[in-house]
Nanobody, 115 residues
């Protein structure tokens, strides 16, 4: 059974940091580029960052570039998202999935940034 389990969310003040983790199981993790996505109620889920399965190259959307860092641990089938200098507009539920969003979504991790 494919599972994606996000953790590490929480409440933080603007300028603070959080580190999200995603534990994957039930598929060949090392074969897939994996990304982080986020969703605010009433809005479409949007891509935040992605990391390649081949050479470890990374992608960041403009609004997190320079603040967020994605990494992956193939041995333990995990990806992480280090989020620094958080802003209130980063408040959302954060999810992981393949870059093509082909797996069932997990429950997500709520990130709330207060001003």
């Amino acid at each position: 059974e494919v599972q994606l389990v996000e953790s590490g969310g929480g409440l933080v003040q603007a300028g603070g940091s959080l580190r999200l983790s995603c534990a994957a199981s039930g598929f060949r993790f090392a074969d897939y580029a994996i990304g982080w996505f986020r969703q605010v109620p009433g809005r479409e889920r949007e891509g935040v960052s992605c990391i390649s399965n081949s050479d470890g190259s990374t992608y960041y959307t403009d609004f997190v570039k320079g603040r967020f860092t994605i990494s992956r641990d193939n041995a333990n089938k995990k990806i992480h998202l280090q989020m620094n200098n958080l802003k209130p507009e980063d408040t959302a539920v954060y999810y992981c999935n393949t870059d093509t969003r082909e797996l069932s979504w997990g429950q997500g991790a709520q990130v709330t940034v207060s001003s």
